[in-house]
């Protein structure tokens, strides 16, 4: 009897990822199968996430063709907030899924508010956002504020 090794190389698959959880790093976790081992990119709200020591791709547990691991992100801040997009490929395919991350509120704003909005950021300085640049001076047409008694 003889006994022959069989190597089956197939296209990745993301077959789990997951919203960001807090540990000693934010992680958003992620596990995806593939032979050979597939090349990893993120893409953060539609764009290239370009990784730093702050921001990588850690693999914690390699099984074979199966790779478990997380984005890793330090100390996250409202600026992280978005839309994270994994891609996986080989020179089989490709696979791709996305997760939305919310990391912290906006400073000042409610949670529930959308700071891309002009009347939420400009509504604490009674300014509309068409108000800017009007620099004509019309000092002499706004009431006086003085309710001192002058009798």
């Given at each position: 009897?003889?006994?022959?090794?069989?190597?089956?190389?197939?296209?990745?698959?993301?077959?789990?990822?997951?919203?960001?959880?807090?540990?000693?790093?934010?992680?958003?976790?992620?596990?995806?199968?593939?032979?050979?081992?597939?090349?990893?990119?993120?893409?953060?709200?539609?764009?290239?996430?370009n990784e730093?020591?702050?921001?990588?791709?850690?693999?914690?547990?390699?099984?074979?063709?199966?790779?478990?691991?997380?984005?890793q992100l330090?100390?996250?801040?409202?600026?992280?907030?978005?839309?994270?997009?994994?891609?996986?490929?080989?020179?089989?395919?490709?696979?791709?899924?996305?997760?939305?991350?919310?990391?912290?509120?906006?400073?000042?704003?409610?949670?529930?508010?959308?700071?891309?909005?002009?009347?939420?950021?400009?509504?604490?300085?009674?300014?509309?956002?068409?108000?800017?640049?009007?620099?004509?001076?019309?000092?002499?047409?706004?009431?006086?504020?003085?309710?001192?008694?002058?009798?």
């Amino acid at each position: 009897m003889g006994s022959v090794n069989l190597t089956v190389h197939f296209a990745p698959t993301i077959t789990f990822l997951e919203s960001p959880t807090s540990d000693h790093h934010w992680c958003i976790p992620f596990t995806v199968k593939g032979n050979p081992k597939p090349a990893l990119q993120w893409f953060y709200n539609g764009a290239i996430l370009n990784e730093s020591k702050y921001i990588c791709t850690k693999i914690h547990v390699t099984n074979h063709t199966e790779y478990h691991g997380c984005l890793q992100l330090d100390n996250p801040t409202h600026m992280n907030n978005g839309d994270y997009t994994l891609i996986a490929k080989n020179e089989y395919g490709k696979d791709e899924k996305q997760i939305s991350a919310h990391f912290m509120g906006w400073p000042g704003i409610d949670d529930g508010a959308n700071p891309n909005y002009p009347d939420v950021i400009y509504e604490d300085y009674g300014t509309a956002a068409n108000d800017i640049g009007d620099t004509t001076n019309r000092s002499n047409e706004i009431p006086s504020t003085d309710v001192t008694d002058k009798t």
